[in-house]
C-alpha cells in the first residue's frame, strides 16, 4: 500500500467512525468539543459555524452553516459537513494552522477561536467556534 493510499484509508476510517464520538467536558474552556479513539490515536473534534449573508431577495439577515473539524494529531484533520467528509492534511502557515485537501478544493485556516473555510471552492470568511 502506497503513502497516499494508507492515508486515504486512515482518514477514510476516521470518516467512518466520527459518528462514534462523545461530548466531554472541559473545565477550562466554552467551546464544544468531542473526543474519541481510533486504534489507539485521540480524535478531536471542534464545531465551528460560518455566517453567510443572503440577498435581500432570499432573505434578510444572516444565516450560519456549520461545519465540524476533526483533529487527529497535529498533521491531520477532517472537515465534515452535512455533504460529507473530507481529509485535510496540515501545510505552511505563516500564522495559525492550516489544512487543506490533495486536491485544493477544501481548506481550513484557523487562529484563536476565528476560521477561515473552502468546501468546494465557495469560501467562508466570517467562521468562529462554537460556545456552549
Not at 490515536?41 to 432570499?58: L, T
Not at 485544493?104 to 460556545?131: P, Y
Amino acid at each position: 500500500m502506497t503513502c497516499s493510499q494508507s492515508f486515504l484509508f486512515t482518514m477514510l476510517s476516521l470518516a467512518l467512525l466520527s459518528g462514534c464520538t462523545t461530548v466531554e467536558e472541559q473545565p477550562s474552556s466554552d467551546n464544544i468539543a468531542t473526543t474519541t479513539s481510533v486504534d489507539g490515536v485521540k480524535v478531536v473534534g471542534v464545531a465551528y459555524k460560518c455566517r453567510i449573508d443572503q440577498s435581500e431577495s432570499e432573505s434578510q439577515g444572516k444565516f450560519e452553516k456549520p461545519f465540524l473539524i476533526e483533529y487527529s494529531g497535529q498533521e491531520q484533520a477532517m472537515l465534515v459537513e452535512r455533504s460529507g467528509s473530507y481529509p485535510l492534511i496540515r501545510v505552511e502557515s505563516a500564522s495559525g494552522s492550516k489544512y487543506a485537501s490533495v486536491d485544493g478544493m477544501q481548506t481550513f485556516w484557523g487562529k484563536g477561536d476565528k476560521a477561515i473555510i473552502t468546501l468546494n471552492h465557495e469560501t467562508f470568511h466570517d467562521c468562529f467556534q462554537v460556545k456552549e
